[in-house]
Structure formats: structure tokens, C-alpha cells
């Protein structure tokens, strides 16, 4: 049975098609484990323009557990070598979130102006941020098959918004049900690439997926990019994005499990203006003039004008009727009316013609 897109809405911002896209400064471990700089983190993306934060909410324990047996271990060519250097949960260790600051950076958030919230890897983690009021949910990439999170989240009735980065089209499927069979009525679905790159990958990005999946699954649609760059997240709300995640921090220098595809505060900055620029160009649904200059242009479309002397009791003819410019006439369409038609009075050349020269 299909299901009608649902808006978001998210401390009172309305978020889908036609609406100002929502832009989300995703924190993650970029504050280092130290709290003045997870405040100087929100404070930097509202200045930044962003309209939300985002952080994580989990502890080494619920994420994984601490083994050093192969499997806990990341390889891959293109993997950090901080990373591999470490079991997952000593890398979790180093770049969780402490809970007892996530109330403290919400009340701030919001004393800013934007909204805040966290993506829960376990159920505990639910049920401390609903204890902290969070205004939705945002689920992982690597979360997205996780159904028993998933209906938790959804229990809640919070708008979700779930990435799907690694999703194939039947997980996808499978996701989206559940979400809304467990409650879930305000559900975003974000095309995110997660490569992890240091450099900007346009053939990766594929955001013609992001208009695909509004349409395919009749959701709010979005786009979040864990790669380095902002010309993907600015060309995504060309392709329909209504919600833009990005990492950010303040200084790539200082390093982090995240810095190698963060952008800093002035970056940041600059997507949001690009973003913006692009809401502009995008407009709205229109036929016709858009603007005064467009009006005035208007004039030089074609009209039907006498190109030479004509008087009264004339038949208009091909040789005395053209339709050429300036549009001060009636219309081309009437052309085919007022051939053969008689003059209601003289009417000299040069001059266009209106309804009142033709006999009736």
C-alpha cells in the first residue's frame, strides 16, 4: 500500500520538499573528548549556519565488545592506519561522547537557536536521549539493518532519519517497513557515501539516488557525506536533497578519527552559502515572467501589426498583416481570425493591431 510523503518537523522547522533545506553539523568525535571544545563546536555551527547539531550516543560497551581476535581489527587499503592501530573498542574508547554532556550541549543548542540531536547505537542510548527530549532520531548507515533498533527508534513516534549507505535496495525495503510499522510516521531517508576520503570522489557521490529514493519510497530525502569536500553536499539540493549532513570541526590540524574528512568553521560556512545560492536558483514551480526584467523583455515577443497603410473596409491579407515583433498587437494565435476580416478604420503602418480595428 503506498504511503504519502510525511514533512518532517524538528523543533518546530519543517523539513521536506519546497522548504529551506535543513542543514546538520555532524559533531561525532570531533571535540576530542574534551567538553569546552564540544561547546565551541556548537557554538562554531550556528555561526557556521548550520541549522542543528548532531552527536553520537554510545560508550565502547555498547557498541562492541574489547577482543583482540582479527575480527575487531579494520584493514583495508584505504583505512587510516590510525585505525587499524587499534581494536574497535579501543577506537570507540578514544572517540565517544561522554552522556553526562549531551543535556548541557542540547540546553545550549537550544539557547543558540538550533536544534540538537544523536544518533543512538542501542537501546539504553534510546532511552537516555528520550529522557533528554531529543527532537528526533538520526540512525547510522552501519545501524540501518539493525531492526531491533530500529523499532525502538521508531517506538518513540520522533521523525527518523535513517542513513543508507551501505543498504541494498531489499534492506532499504526492509528498513522503511519497519519504521513504520513500529510508529514511525515522519521518516528521511539520506543517501550517504561513506568512503572516508580525504580528498574529494565525484564518482562516487551518485546523487541521483537521492531524488530516487523520494520517489521510491514517498519519504523526505537527503544526502550525508562522510568524504571531504563541500561540492557534493552544495550540488545534492540540486538533486532534491531537503536535509544535508556534514562532519565538522574546528581544526582538520589537530587531528581525530574524523579530521581527514571534517570540514572547518569558514568551510562549513561556505556550503551553507552555496546550499543557500542553490535554494535560489532552484526557485519554485513557475510558468511565465519570473521578475520585472523578464516583463520588460516580454514586449519583444511577436504580435500582428499592419506593414502598410491600411483603410477602412480593407480585407487584411498576408501582404498587409504580418506577425513580427515588438508584441503590442494581438496575438500570433489571432492571425488565422483577422485574415480575410475587413478594417473598422484606417490604420496606418507600423501600427499593432487590437480588436477594435477588426469588423466584428
Known amino acids: ?67 583482540d581476535k582479527k575480527w575487531f581489527f579494520l584493514e583495508g587499503e584505504n583505512t587510516p592506519e590510525s585505525w587499524k592501530k587499534s581494536n574497535l573498542y579501543d577506537l570507540y574508547a578514544t572517540a565517544y561522547t561522554p552522556w553526562e554532556w549531551q543535556p548541557k550541549l542540547k540546553e545550549l543548542a537550544e539557547e543558540l537557536g538550533i536544534a540538537f540531536f544523536s544518533t543512538p547505537f542501542d537501546e ?54 519497519t519504521v513504520r510499522e513500529a510508529g514511525a510516521r515522519e521518516v528521511a531517508l539520506l543517501h550517504c557515501v561513506t ?27 537527503g544526502f550525508s557525506d562522510n568524504n571531504a569536500g563541500i561540492e557534493a553536499p552544495v550540488a545534492s539540493v540540486y538533486a532534491g536533497a531537503s536535509i544535508v549532513e556534514k562532519h565538522f570541526m574546528l581544526d582538520r590540524s589537530t587531528g581525530g578519527p574524523d579530521s581527514r574528512f571534517s570540514v572547518e568553521p569558514d568551510e562549513f560556512a561556505e556550503m551553507v552559502r552555496g546550499i543557500r545560492r542553490a535554494e535560489v536558483l532552484l526557485g519554485r514551480v513557475r510558468y511565465g515572467p519570473a521578475g520585472e526584467d523578464e516583463k520588460n523583455y516580454k514586449k519583444l515577443r511577436r504580435s500582428l501589426f499592419a506593414v502598410s497603410d491600411i483603410k477602412k473596409g480593407d480585407v487584411f491579407t498576408p501582404k498587409n498583416v504580418r506577425v513580427i515583433r515588438p508584441a503590442y498587437g494581438l496575438s500570433p494565435n489571432r492571425y488565422d481570425d483577422v485574415i480575410g476580416r475587413r478594417a473598422a478604420h484606417d490604420i496606418e503602418r507600423g501600427t499593432p493591431l487590437s480588436e477594435g480595428d477588426v469588423v466584428q
Open 195 to 221: 568512503a572516508y576520503a580525504d580528498e574529494p570522489r565525484p564518482e562516487c557521490m551518485n546523487l541521483r539516488t537521492i531524488r530516487d529514493i523520494a520517489e521510491r519510497f514517498d519519504v523526505v530525502s
Open 124 to 177: 539504553t542510548a534510546v532511552d537516555f536521549l528520550e529522557e533528554m527530549d531529543v527532537p528526533c532520531y538520526k540512525i547510522a548507515s552501519y545501524e540501518a539493518t539493525d531492526i531491533p533498533l530500529l523499532k525502538k527508534v521508531a517506538s518513540t513516534g520522533k521523525p527518523v532519519i535513517l542513513s543508507i549507505g551501505f543498504a541494498e535496495l531489499h534492506e532499504v525495503e526492509e528498513a522503511v517497513r
Open 1 to 67: 500500500m503506498a504511503v504519502d510523503m510525511v514533512p518532517l518537523v524538528v523543533s518546530g522547522r519543517k523539513i521536506g520538499p519546497g522548504e529551506p533545506c535543513f542543514i546538520v553539523a555532524e559533531i561525532s568525535a570531533n571535540h576530542h573528548q574534551k567538553y569546552e571544545e564540544a561547546e565551541a563546536l556548537v557554538k562554531a555551527a550556528k555561526a557556521a549556519g548550520a541549522d542543528a547539531v548532531k552527536f553520537q550516543t554510545y560508550t565502547p560497551d555498547t557498541m562492541t565488545i574489547d577482543s
